[in-house]
Nanobody
Framework: QVQLVESGGGLVQAGDSLRLSCVAS????????MAWFRQAPGKEREFVAA????????PYAESVKGRFTISRDNDKKSVYLQMNSLKLEDTAVYYC????????????????????WGQGTQVTVSS
């Protein structure tokens, strides 16, 4: 198991950019597929993006494709989410998630498929 701590959230205006970070503590981070989810008030937690162990595969939710970029640095045990052209509807608590995987296959977009979670970081986009 890894412990995950997110940072980088804040209050920004529509059109601005923000970079979220997630640092893991624990062994074998490079064996973990990683992902970002988000949860807006009154809504269910939803998938945003994921990245395979080696960083070669990066699926995105349609709503963020072309605006958000997920990346990772296994030496730093970190995963990042670069968010550009932020919209009001991007307002949410953003969660980092991870799961140890045998291969480069990434778990799916359902929350139950990921078993390590951070506490979340708030992102608020204002007009």
């Amino acid at each position: 198991q890894v412990q995950l701590v997110e940072s980088g959230g804040g209050l920004v205006q529509a059109g601005d950019s923000l970079r979220l970070s997630c640092v893991a503590s624990g062994p074998s981070f490079s064996r973990y597929s990683m992902a970002w989810f988000r949860q807006a008030p009154g809504k269910e937690r939803e998938f945003v993006a994921a990245i395979s162990r080696g960083g070669n595969t990066t699926p995105y939710a349609e709503s963020v494709k072309g605006r958000f970029t997920i990346s990772r640095d296994n030496d730093k045990k970190s995963v990042y989410l670069q968010m550009n052209s932020l919209k009001l509807e991007d307002t949410a608590v953003y969660y980092c998630a991870g799961k140890s995987t045998i291969s480069s296959v990434i778990p799916g977009q359902n929350t139950y498929e990921w078993n390590n979670w951070g506490q979340g970081t708030q992102v608020t986009v204002s007009s």
